[in-house]
């Protein structure tokens, strides 16, 4: 008698996996293709099916530049590790000649400075992050079109047979590690396509249709004239990522000022909150848009605008314990405004109250503090009245 067949469903995702994709999204905007395929590696390490001798995986990660390559290896680290510096970070503009290899690997016996001379990648720096519940480590080769041939030498042998073999004859074994390289090669030509765009999509821009898969052809072609085909051959997965428009800048604003605030709580001095108002996302946003530096523009405008306004405050005392300010934009004063908010306005509303007395208004030029401007103390003291 025959029975009816049950079909699996091959789709369902572990819960250790679902959970580690549902905190990526937490971190990184938009990249998708990006995103599955490290929840895919972590899926299949998990299950314990990643190939024998060879790396758990190896993915190079190619788009323009502050498209959040390098973000996602640290926000992955962050997750599984808890420390985003869980990282063997190894900035190829470092070895862009053959005899610096020696930093990476020690220098051989016998040769000048042979003990002072420490590899970076050695089996207990890649232990570092294993846990009893995860053996896992990360090893990123930042900007790898930079490298000298000696190096891509090396990461052949770490591709095909993870292994490494150190100055001094010591074998380091690779076979539980997640291998990514990151390069902004076919930048040029990404620049082009996207009408002197990197990073960024500015929103009075034409749409053009295909746009993603013209970068994404780019890129892949710009690599595959510099890597040779038998270091393409030995990735797991190429990578491409594209560039970021403005409602994905919304996204990633929201996610850097939660990052403040956690610095801000973490503070050993004086804990407060802080609410930034529509209007002064809105200038964050304009300030921190640059088609050629993509999401760090925009790190850095929350730097100059928002963190060392803040950094005066807590140096001057005119923030305390428990405290909860508003951040808004004046237009007429032309920069943003902080504002002490009440503990009754602070539980109810998420706007700014523009009854609220202002605190001093700090500058950010040169990082020092200033007066209120006139106009700022008018509006205070008739809210006293």
Not at 88 to 115: N, T
Not at 320 to 346: H, N, P, Y
């Amino acid at each position: 008698m025959c029975t009816q067949p049950v079909i699996l469903d091959s789709t369902l995702r572990s819960s250790g996996a679902m959970e580690f994709e549902e905190a990526l999204r937490e971190k990184i905007v938009s990249q998708e293709e990006a995103l599955q395929a490290m929840v895919n590696l972590y899926q299949v390490f998990s299950a314990g099916l990643n190939p024998p001798g060879r790396p758990v995986g190896s993915l190079l990660f190619l788009g323009p530049t502050g498209s959040g390559k390098t973000r996602i290896v640290e926000a992955a680290a962050e997750i599984l590790f808890g420390d985003s510096r869980a990282v063997i970070k190894v900035d190829c503009g470092e070895f862009q000649h053959s005899h610096e290899i020696a930093k990476l690997i020690g220098s051989p016996p016998g040769y000048l400075g042979h003990r002072e001379t420490h590899p970076l990648i050695t089996q207990e720096a890649l232990a570092a992050t294993h846990t009893d519940k995860l053996k896992l480590s990360f090893l990123l080769f930042d900007e790898i079109e930079k490298a000298s041939d000696a190096l891509w030498q090396l990461l052949l042998g770490m591709l095909d047979k993870a292994t490494l073999t150190l100055g001094d004859n010591r074998r380091v074994d690779l076979s539980q590690t997640v291998i990514f390289m990151t390069s902004n090669l076919g930048g040029a030509e990404i620049m082009e396509l996207m009408q002197g765009g990197m990073g960024f999509v500015q929103p009075e821009d034409k749409p053009a249709t295909g746009l993603d898969e013209k970068v994404e052809r780019a890129a892949v072609e710009a690599a595959r004239r510099k890597f040779s085909p038998e270091f393409m051959n030995r990735l797991d997965k190429v990578v491409v990522f594209h560039a970021l428009q403005r409602h994905q800048l919304e996204e990633i604003l929201q996610i850097e000022l939660g990052r403040l605030q956690q610095r801000v709580l973490e503070t050993e001095k004086r804990q407060f909150l802080f609410h930034v108002t529509d209007a002064g996302r809105q200038f964050l946003l304009h300030e921190g848009t640059d088609q050629r530096y993509g999401a760090r523009h925009l790190k850095r405008a929350i730097e100059r605008h928002v963190v060392f306004p803040l950094a005066n405050l807590l140096a001057t005392e005119q923030v305390r314990m428990g405290d909860t300010l508003c951040i808004d934009w004046d237009k007429r004063v032309g920069r943003l405004v902080f504002w002490k908010q009440s503990a009754e306005a602070a539980s109810v509303t998420n706007r700014l109250n523009p009854k609220l007395a202002p605190i001093q208004v700090v500058g950010t030029a040169g990082g020092r503090s200033a007066d209120a401007p006139a106009i700022v103390k008018a509006r205070g003291a008739a809210s006293h009245k």
